[in-house]
């Protein structure tokens, strides 16, 4: 089993919809969690940070952190097609600088008009 | 992405030779990272540097060797290249301690190697 198990998709949804992406993952000494976005062809961008549990907002994303359930969660609201793009999620049990960052495996969007 | 820069962005190579991938970055970060991205298994850790001539392995090291003998160089090179090693390779750099600028990682557009 992989410590972070993340959906591939793909997921398609129309423009304007609300997207939920989520990430399980099974080392409770995970702490730091981040979203990356990726887009065809491109490296990975940092969406999100978020440290322990609870929500973080910014613009149109939420990051929500449930630590007892092990389960983290992306949301965008009003999707657009910009967003089409293969998300990752990413955890450490350390905060930045040299810390090991363990990925899922990415779920793939696609925002139609 | 701005900061690091990956070459080659493309390379082409025969099985049984060496690659040498290099990673360049102007911000003056101590940490440096090397991945592979495969379909079903997303980003997997090569080789990571925290400081000139200071490397470890990651979790796929075996065939792979790194250097490190600048702040901003980072080599990935494949000794003797197969063609299980075709792949995606990002490099990524992240900040230093205490700097705030320590959040997340930041990654450089990536070289598909391809050994036939």
């Known amino acids: 089993q992989k410590e972070v198990e993340q959906d591939p998709g793909p997921l398609s949804v129309p423009e304007g919809a609300i997207v939920s992406l989520n990430c399980t993952y099974s080392n409770s000494a995970f702490q730091y969690f981040m979203w990356y976005r990726q887009y065809s062809r491109k490296g990975p961008e940092l969406l999100m940070y978020t440290y322990s549990s609870g929500n973080k907002e910014d613009g149109r994303f939420t990051a929500q952190v449930d630590k007892s359930s092990k389960y983290i969660s992306l949301f965008i609201r009003d999707s657009q097609p910009s967003d089409s793009a293969t998300y990752l999620c990413a955890m450490s049990d350390s905060p930045g600088g040299g810390n090991k960052l363990t990925f899922g495996t990415g779920t793939q969007l696609k925002v139609e008009l | 992405d701005a900061g690091i820069t990956q070459s080659p962005r493309h390379k082409v190579t025969e099985t049984g030779t060496p690659v040498t991938l290099r990673c360049h970055q102007t911000e003056n970060h101590r940490y440096m990272y090397w991945y592979r991205q495969d379909p079903g298994h997303g980003l997997r850790l090569i080789h990571y540097s925290y400081g000139v001539k200071d490397t470890d392995k990651g979790e796929v090291s075996d065939g792979y060797s790194v250097s490190r003998s600048k702040t901003e160089d980072f080599l990935l090179t494949l000794e003797s290249a197969t063609s299980s090693q075709t792949s995606v390779y990002f490099c990524?750099?992240?900040?230093?301690?205490?700097?705030?600028?320590?959040?997340?990682?930041?990654f450089g557009s990536g070289t598909r190697l391809t050994v036939v």
């Open positions: 990524a750099i992240s900040g230093n301690p205490g700097t705030g600028s320590n959040y997340g990682y930041t």
